[in-house]
């Protein structure tokens, strides 16, 4: 069975060569890709519970849990007690998290210009525009971003 005949293998394979090209972009800043997601994510909501992001992200709790331990340990989130809710914590970006962000954002905007070099302007604005539209229609969002019908930040 030839593998060419699913379309999505192309997609699935492109992804991990584009976050391949991210990982050495974020390594000088010691900040993997999901975890770029992450800082950007807080930078936008200002707080967030560990199980709030992990819904955002789509993964396990277990799974949160283990990539903001490393966060924590490596100063760039903190975890502290909710002030609405003392039995619940929150995280947050700490100063040198949100120093950051615009590092991130600029590896971010390499890689948007590098599938622009290789795609010209053009199919690369008709492919995020159909990623996006790809991800939305699999019920997934940017995280931070208000959902149809709710009324909260998640």
Same mark, same amino acid.
């Not at 890709?33 to 930078?43: F, H, K, N, T, Y």
């Not at 100063?75 to 700490?94: C, F, H, Q, W, Y």
């Given at each position: 069975m030839q593998h060419d005949q699913f379309s999505f293998h192309f997609l699935l394979h =492109?992804? /991990? @060569? #584009?976050?391949?090209? @991210?990982?050495r972009r974020l390594a000088d800043l010691d900040v993997?890709?999901?975890? +770029?997601? #992450?800082? /950007? *994510?807080?930078?936008?909501?200002? $707080? +967030?519970?560990? #199980?709030? @992001? +992990?819904?955002?992200?789509?993964? $396990?709790? +277990?799974?949160m849990s283990t990539m903001t331990v490393r966060l924590i340990a490596a100063?760039?989130?903190?975890?502290?007690?909710?002030?609405?809710? *003392?039995?619940?914590? #929150?995280?947050? @970006? $700490?100063a040198r998290g949100q120093s950051l962000l615009s590092a991130i954002h600029l590896a971010w905007q390499d890689v948007d210009r590098m599938i622009e070099e290789r795609?010209? =302007?053009?199919k690369a604005a008709a492919l995020a525009i159909l990623t996006r539209e790809?991800? /939305?229609g699999l019920g997934g969002r940017m995280p931070g971003a208000v959902s149809p019908g709710l009324k909260t930040s998640l």
């Open positions: =492109a992804g /991990d @060569l #584009v976050e391949e090209h @991210l990982r993997r890709p999901r975890q +770029a997601r #992450v800082l /950007d *994510a807080l930078g936008r909501m200002g $707080t +967030a519970s560990q #199980v709030d @992001l +992990a819904r955002a992200f789509h993964i $396990t709790p +277990a799974s100063g760039l989130i903190s975890r502290e007690t909710d002030p609405e809710e *003392a039995r619940s914590n #929150v995280l947050k @970006l $700490t795609l010209g =302007a053009d790809l991800r /939305d």
